[in-house]
Every structure is written in structure tokens, then in C-alpha cells.
């Protein structure tokens, strides 16, 4: 594997931007990226972004359709370096966490799980409830990472956008991405 790979799933939770962002500065740090995105992502990309699935796609090296659960990342030989949901719906969450791969995204993730490979989830919803909270407890104790886009307001930060950058850097390093930098807190 000359570049990391690097799986990135899109679904309908609020939050898209952390999506593209993602794929976007994985570009620019010399992943080859592979996305799924869902329908409802589809539309939720659409209606938070102004972007089409053919924009979307256009961010990534390549693009998989969720019905395609025969493409090569759907398989534990095709070595990844790890996968991002972002953002997570819940019920993205209760597939993974009971196994329910019906489609390329859910599938992936079981086969990121287990291949012991890195799978970060960008959950977004709030309040949780007690399956929400479960299931995060399930992929955990799997193996999974549970980071929901929560802003670190100590940065001082001016603009949503540099919100979702740290965002970004701070799971694209904690894949271990080369060149991913993340603010670090430096102290008071």
C-alpha cells in the first residue's frame, strides 16, 4: 500500500461538513480515500453543503455505492488504515454495534472491526438516550473510537469553520494520518 487508505462514510445525521472536510484535507495529506454515503446523507449533504452526490464524489479518490456489498473494501484482504463515519447517525450506530451489515457502509465497518483496523464515529445526535448510549458502549467495547464533533471552545476559536477544522485534524491524527495537526493544548 503506497498511500493510506482511508474509508470515509457520509450518513444523514446533521454535520455533513465534517464529511467533506474530511476527505478533503485527506487529499491534501496523500490518502487515497474511498467514500459511502447514504441516501439520507445524500440529501442531508445537499440540503447543509448545497453539494450533489456528483460533487460529493468529486472529493473523494474513489466513491462506492451503499448497495455495492461486493466492492473491494467490503473485504478484509483489501488493507485500509483505518474508517470515519462522519457524521454517524444513530442508526448507523445500532447497525454497527449489532453486526447488521445490510449495506457497503455497515458492512465496511464490520470488516474494519474486524480486521482490529481503526473506525472512528463522528456521532451526532443529542440528547442520547439509553440505546444510543448502549450502542456506543457496544462499538467501544469492540474496538471502535466514539468522538462526537464536540468543539473545544478553549482555542478561542472566530468561525464555525475553524470549529470543524480542529475537528478534522484532531481525527485525522488520531488515525494516525501523517501531517494531520491538531492545536495543541498548550496550558493556561
Avoid at 485527506?26 to 453539494?51: C, K, S, W
Avoid at 456528483?54 to 488493507?79: M, N, Q, R
Avoid at 475537528?167 to 493556561?188: F, H, Y
Wanted: overall charge neutral; some cysteine.
Amino acid at each position: 500500500m503506497n498511500r493510506p487508505r482511508l474509508v470515509v462514510g457520509i450518513t444523514g445525521a446533521t454535520g455533513a461538513v465534517y464529511g467533506s472536510q474530511l476527505l478533503q484535507r485527506a487529499r491534501e495529506l496523500g490518502a487515497e480515500t474511498h467514500l459511502i454515503v447514504t441516501p439520507a446523507g445524500v440529501l442531508n449533504v445537499h440540503h447543509e453543503l448545497g453539494l450533489d452526490r456528483k460533487a460529493l464524489e468529486a472529493l473523494a479518490d474513489y466513491a462506492h455505492s451503499p448497495a455495492d456489498v461486493g466492492a473491494c473494501i467490503a473485504s478484509g484482504s483489501f488493507a485500509t488504515a483505518a474508517m470515519v463515519v462522519a457524521p454517524c447517525s444513530m442508526k448507523t450506530l445500532a447497525a454497527i454495534a449489532h453486526g447488521y451489515g445490510d449495506n457497503l457502509l455497515t458492512r465496511a465497518a464490520d470488516v474494519t472491526l474486524k480486521e482490529r483496523r481503526r473506525l472512528v464515529l463522528m456521532v451526532r445526535e443529542t440528547p442520547f438516550n439509553l440505546a444510543h448510549l448502549r450502542n456506543m458502549t457496544a462499538v467501544t467495547e469492540m474496538g471502535a473510537v466514539v468522538f462526537p464533533p464536540l468543539p473545544a471552545f478553549y482555542h478561542r476559536p472566530v468561525s464555525v469553520a475553524e470549529l470543524v477544522a480542529d475537528t478534522v485534524e484532531r481525527v485525522l491524527a488520531l488515525i494516525g494520518l501523517d501531517g494531520a495537526q491538531p492545536r495543541a493544548w498548550t496550558g493556561l
